[in-house]
């Protein structure tokens, strides 16, 4: 099976607190995954679940303890920098900071145009500008002499995906792409997604914790609980039918459009992050409706049911065991 991009027993340590009472979590947990040519992928979870650590690693702006990433079958380390720059570009939550406030966003186009070598004159510069537009539904006129603060929040993270186009990569790597976008123009920006895998081909990595997005735009779904994946596989299996406790607690958490079912009042998410970081066993022990003592002992392995990969100790029984 043809894989572009994939993460290979990933593990990154932090040491956190304070110069007295210094704790180290393992905020990605020897997490492995791949994604196909024309895939979306999405990374979903909590605030502090490690898809921003993983994401950073990803675009090489972190190093990672354990692991490795590979590119089209090849280590990243072995790869040009500026070649893999090329062909994994990242799109981040706030496009106002992805974009200099000073600058006009045509010249920032034509200096990312410059910097890579894109095009041998300006006339070439602007034709290559012109299309990446295009495909994301601006035109040259749209950004024409224009600063970043002159383009609603929508139309600038449009622009933040045409310049990362510029270099026809193969895949985008989009942390929370919608989450400061009005909440009207958001879906337009996930359809746009879409419509680059069917059209060119692009595969994304969609970082997010809103799994309706998730589950509208994506192909295949991985959920991450305190650095573990603790359920993979395509995105009707994993929504509609959950296997993970956490998985059902966070669609529990989606308000419902039948007004005769309420939110559940008693989801808890966070506040208790590093405690469960440090948890021996499984991470979602402390919160786990259906937890038994081994959760509390023995990190649940991995085991695939039914194409879909679970890390859960309700299931461990019987089936095929795939990793530690
Ligand atoms: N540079 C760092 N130094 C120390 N700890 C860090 C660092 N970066 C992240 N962490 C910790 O690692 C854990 C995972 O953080 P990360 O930002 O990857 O999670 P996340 O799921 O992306 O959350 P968010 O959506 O809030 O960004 C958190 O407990 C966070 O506090």
């Given at each position: 099976?043809?894989?572009?991009?994939?993460?290979?027993?990933?593990?990154?340590?932090?040491?956190?607190?304070?110069?007295?009472?210094?704790?180290?979590?393992?905020a990605v947990d020897?997490?492995?995954?791949?994604?196909?040519?024309?895939?979306?992928f999405?990374?979903?979870?909590?605030?502090?679940?490690?898809?921003?650590?993983?994401?950073?690693?990803?675009?090489?702006?972190?190093?990672?303890?354990?692991?490795?990433i590979?590119?089209?079958?090849?280590?990243?380390?072995?790869?040009?920098?500026?070649?893999?720059?090329?062909?994994?570009?990242?799109?981040?939550?706030?496009?106002?900071?992805?974009?200099?406030?000073?600058?006009t966003?045509?010249?920032?186009?034509?200096?990312?145009?410059?910097?890579?070598?894109?095009?041998?004159?300006?006339?070439?510069a602007?034709?290559i500008?012109?299309?990446?537009?295009?495909?994301?539904?601006?035109?040259?006129?749209?950004?024409?002499?224009?600063?970043?603060?002159?383009?609603?929040?929508?139309?600038?993270?449009?622009?933040?995906?045409?310049?990362?186009?510029?270099?026809?990569?193969?895949?985008?790597?989009?942390?929370?792409?919608?989450?400061?976008?009005?909440?009207s123009?958001?879906?337009?920006?996930?359809?746009?997604?879409s419509?680059?895998?069917?059209?060119?081909?692009?595969?994304?990595?969609y970082?997010?914790?809103?799994l309706?997005?998730?589950?509208?735009?994506?192909?295949r779904?991985?959920?991450?609980f305190?650095g573990?994946i603790?359920?993979?596989g395509?995105?009707?299996?994993?929504?509609?039918?959950?296997?993970?406790?956490?998985?059902?607690?966070?669609?529990?958490?989606?308000?419902?459009?039948?007004p005769?079912?309420?939110?559940?009042?008693?989801?808890?998410?966070?506040?208790?992050?590093?405690?469960?970081?440090l948890?021996?066993?499984?991470?979602?022990?402390?919160?786990c409706?259906?937890?038994?003592?081994?959760?509390?002992?023995?990190?649940?392995?991995?085991?695939?049911?039914?194409?879909?990969?679970?890390?859960?100790?309700?299931?461990s029984?019987?089936?095929?065991?795939?990793?530690?």
């Open positions: 099976m043809e894989k572009i991009l994939e993460v290979k027993n990933i593990s990154k340590i932090y040491s956190v607190g304070s110069l007295f009472s210094r704790i180290r979590i393992t020897n997490v492995s995954f791949y994604i196909k040519p024309a895939e979306i999405t990374l979903a979870g909590e605030s502090g679940c490690g898809k921003t650590t993983l994401s950073k690693i990803i675009l090489g702006f972190e190093e990672p303890n354990y692991g490795e590979l590119y089209e079958g090849k280590s990243t380390k072995n790869i040009d920098r500026i070649e893999f720059m090329k062909k994994v570009q990242g799109v981040f939550q706030n496009p106002f900071e992805s974009f200099n406030p000073l600058i966003i045509e010249d920032i186009f034509f200096e990312t145009i410059y910097n890579f070598k894109l095009a041998t004159n300006k006339n070439e602007i034709k500008i012109e299309e990446k537009l295009n495909a994301v539904g601006l035109s040259f006129d749209d950004i024409h002499n224009r600063y970043p603060n002159e383009l609603s929040g929508g139309q600038l993270q449009r622009a933040s995906i045409a310049r990362s186009l510029l270099t026809n990569p193969s895949i985008l790597i989009a942390d929370e792409p919608v989450s400061m976008v009005d909440a123009l958001r879906m337009s920006i996930i359809n746009l997604f419509k680059l895998k069917n059209q060119i081909g692009l595969s994304v990595l970082i997010t914790h809103d309706a997005t998730a589950y509208y735009v994506g192909d779904i991985a959920i991450m305190r573990n603790v359920e993979m395509p995105v009707n299996k994993v929504l509609l039918y959950p296997k993970h406790p956490y998985t059902q607690l966070l669609l529990e958490s989606i308000p419902k459009a039948d005769e079912k309420k939110w559940r009042e008693n989801v808890t998410i966070a506040d208790i992050e590093y405690t469960e970081y948890k021996e066993g499984c991470k979602f022990a402390g919160r409706s259906f937890v038994r003592d081994i959760c509390k002992k023995e990190k649940p392995k991995e085991i695939m049911i039914d194409d879909v990969l679970v890390r859960c100790h309700l299931y029984e019987n089936k095929t065991t795939i990793s530690a």
